[in-house]
T-cell receptor
Framework: AQSVTQPDIHITVSEGASLELRCNYS??????LFWYVQSPGQGLQLLLKYFSGDTLVQGIKGFEAEFKRSQSSFNLRKPSVHWSDAAEYFC?????????????FGTGTRLTVIP | ETGVTQTPRHLVMGMTNKKSLKCEQH?????MYWYKQSAKKPLELMFV???????ENNSVPSRFSPECPNSSHLFLHLHTLQPEDSALYLC????????????????FGPGTRLTVL
């Protein structure tokens, strides 16, 4: 069965520091991979996605993620964090099954940014 | 209005009440989804509709009843809920659910925060 693991429940970084959020997935084939961000009181916004091709994908707001098949990972990175990046981040696996594109989410990582 | 909207944003109801959540998408999409987001748990897919036809029901209790009258509107009717049903309910839409395509991104609404007393 497919699953998504985000091992870090909460991460605190200083503004201007680099960031890496971890995501591991379990799925038999190459999945579609996504990172979403959720600000307080808001819905989820797509940051970036990977389907095929270049394993380093660029997203919005200066985020990037790298797909590593050997490690079943899709970690999210940002070289310099801004205070406005404080939010909850969700990794998701998209699987086409039973005629539906279904998303399976991790439990999320809450990011706190300190001045 | 643009994107995906949900009303109400907050709802408090008793266990004997009947209420409905509404979702509307202004993106011209053909697929709509209901998710439940509980604290410390992954988002759970509840229902999927494609062209107003329900194509997925992930073992959701019958006290949750979805309705999709057209491709722009999705409702979640609630009755005799339990306190453990308190959660954020998110609606999403995508262009074409049946296409295994890289562009089939799901767009989410802001959610309805439901509290069952």
């Amino acid at each position: 069965a497919q699953s998504v693991t985000q091992p870090d429940i909460h991460i605190t970084v200083s503004e201007g520091a680099s960031l890496e959020l971890r995501c591991n997935y379990s799925y038999g084939a190459t999945p579609y991979l996504f990172w979403y961000v959720q600000s307080p009181g808001q819905g989820l916004q797509l940051l970036l996605k990977y389907f095929s091709g270049d394993t380093l994908v660029q997203g919005i707001k200066g985020f990037e993620a790298e797909f590593k098949r050997s490690q079943s990972s899709f970690n999210l990175r940002k070289p310099s964090v801004h205070w406005s990046d404080a939010a909850e981040y969700f990794c998701a696996v998209g699987i086409f099954q039973t005629g539906a594109n279904n998303l399976f989410f991790g439990t999320g990582t809450r990011l706190t940014v300190i001045p | 209005e643009t994107g995906v909207t949900q009303t109400p944003r907050h709802l408090v109801m008793g266990m004997t009440n009947k209420k409905s959540l509404k979702c509307e998408q202004h993106l011209g999409h053909n697929a709509m989804y209901w998710y439940k987001q509980s604290a410390k748990k992954p988002l759970e897919l509840m229902f999927v509709y494609s062209l107003e036809e329900r194509v997925e029901n992930n073992s959701v209790p019958s006290r949750f009843s979805p309705e999709c009258p057209n491709s722009s509107h999705l409702f979640l009717h609630l009755h005799t809920l339990q306190p453990e049903d308190s959660a954020l309910y998110l609606c999403a839409s995508s262009l074409n659910m049946r296409v295994r395509a890289g562009d089939n991104e799901q767009f989410f609404g802001p959610g309805t925060r439901l509290t069952v007393l």
